[in-house]
């Protein structure tokens, strides 16, 4: 059974910092990706790692502040945040995929999301 569970998530307030976790089981991921659903928003692409974690991809928003890895040894991928803005709230999602893209369609499997509030 895959399974993809994410950890990390919290209360930050504006300019601080959290780290994300997502830890996959039943399958190794050629590409991994975080993506995030603010409320009343449409999801939306964050951030993304091929296997070797040489390839990444980051959404303008981030770019600078967010950086995504991977311990293939572990399974896990990690999201760190930095500088974190209010904007940033929502609940964000990892996802294994074939190929590291912003489109979620290119991700099969998703996990249940962890939820990231930043206070101004």
């Known amino acids: 059974q895959v399974q993809l569970v994410e950890s990390g998530g919290g209360l930050v307030q504006a300019g601080g910092s959290l780290k994300l976790s997502c830890a996959a089981s039943g399958r190794t991921f050629r590409a991994m990706g975080w993506f995030r659903r603010a409320p009343g928003k449409e999801r939306q692409f964050v951030a993304a790692?091929?296997?070797?974690?040489?390839?990444?991809r980051y959404a303008d928003s981030v770019k600078d502040r967010f950086t995504i890895s991977r311990d293939n040894a572990k399974d896990t991928v990690y999201l760190q945040m930095n500088s974190l803005k209010p904007e940033d709230t929502a609940v964000y999602y990892c996802a294994g995929g074939r190929l590291v893209a912003e489109s979620s369609r290119m991700y099969d499997y998703w996990g249940q999301g962890t939820q990231v509030t930043v206070s101004s």
């Open positions: 790692i091929g296997g070797s974690g040489g390839a990444t």
